[in-house]
């Protein structure tokens, strides 16, 4: 089955540029969406197919793939962009998340 | 606006079944494939399987098949998630995810059920 590993957090400076990789086997040919996940809060999706972001979704938000690994960068960090982030894939008919980084913003 | 409301917290014995429910507004229930996803304590997502609105057609991920059966009620708007033969590991918020037009993408989560097993 197909895996996607991401780090277990990432911490940035206060509006530093964060980027969270997800690593998959040929992952550039997927599609990848990212979500943030606060606590108690359901997950929010701030990227899909690779590099488009949803209404309401800050322009500090980007995402990108290729090879391996897919990236999401966050520039000018703020404090309420703590969260866990996941990324995501759908592979021979399933849904593949990663396990999830947390990010810290310092 | 484009909204899921599930149903509420339950406490389940295990060898018991939960239903949970999900209720769309806002959009074309008939229109994009609702998703379930659960996170138990502290971990991370873990999906569960989809149904077609339109059709009733379901798909299950390996690890649920023959404990998960999801339905839907177009009269409603409604869909749902029935769980058997819970134990303790089946302890989690379920969640209920619209995908987004043309891609596998949730862009619509429900607020979560928290599912509770224990004797």
């Known amino acids: 089955s197909y895996e996607l590993t991401q780090p277990l957090s990432v911490s940035v400076a206060l509006g530093q540029t964060a980027r969270i990789t997800c690593g998959g086997n040929n992952i550039g040919s997927k599609s990848v969406h990212w979500y943030q996940q606060k606590p108690g809060q359901a997950p929010v999706l701030v990227i899909y197919?690779?590099?488009y972001r949803p209404s309401g979704i800050p322009e500090r938000f980007s995402g990108s793939a290729s090879g391996n690994t897919a990236t999401l960068t966050i520039s000018t960090a703020q404090a309420g962009d703590e969260a866990v982030f996941y990324c995501?894939?759908?592979?021979?008919?399933?849904?593949?998340f990663g396990g999830g980084t947390k990010l810290t913003v310092l | 606006q484009v909204q899921l409301v599930q149903s509420g917290a339950e406490v389940k014995k295990p060898g018991a079944s939960v239903k949970v429910s999900c209720k769309a507004s806002g959009y074309t229930f008939t229109g994009f494939f609702m998703h379930w996803v659960r996170q138990a304590p502290g971990q991370g997502l873990e999906w569960m399987g989809w149904v077609n609105p339109n059709s009733g057609d379901t798909d299950y991920g390996q690890k649920f098949r023959g404990r998960v059966t999801m339905t839907r009620d177009t009269s409603i708007n409604t869909a749902y998630m029935e769980l058997t033969s819970l134990r303790s590991e089946d302890t989690a918020v379920y969640y209920c995810a619209k995908v987004i037009a043309g891609s596998v993408a949730f862009d619509i989560w429900g607020q979560g059920t928290m599912v509770t097993v224990s004797a």
């Open positions: 995501q894939v759908w592979d021979s008919s399933t849904v593949v």
């Open positions: 197919r690779d590099i």
